[in-house]
């Protein structure tokens, strides 16, 4: 029985390792990534969020649509001040 490893399975071993190489780091990074999409996606829904409820407060203060009621003025700086 041989003692050492051949050519071949010395190749195959350092392909097989080569990709598990690059696939490790390529997952830790699209995973890392997918948190960051997620984190950001939370901030820009609680900022509509805040920006409706502005809007909804306006409607209830003044009786009727923002838009009827409201100068986009004075809508610009509703959203600016909630930013």
């Known amino acids: 029985m041989k003692k050492s490893l051949s050519l071949r399975a010395m190749l195959i071993g ?4 080569a990709v598990l ?12 990534n997918q948190r960051l999409i ?3 996606y939370n901030q820009i ?7 409706h409820q502005a809007l909804a ?3 209830g203060a003044v009786g009727a649509t923002p838009a009827q009621q409201e100068s986009a003025g004075q ?4 959203v ?4």
């Open 14 to 17: 350092l392909f097989v390792t």
């Open 21 to 32: 190489g690059t696939l490790t780091p390529a997952a830790a990074g699209f995973l890392s």
């Open 38 to 40: 997620d984190l950001r």
């Open 45 to 51: 829904a609680q900022q509509i969020s805040r920006i």
């Open 57 to 59: 407060s306006i409607e």
């Open 75 to 78: 809508l610009e700086d509703v």
């Open 80 to 83: 600016t001040e909630l930013n």
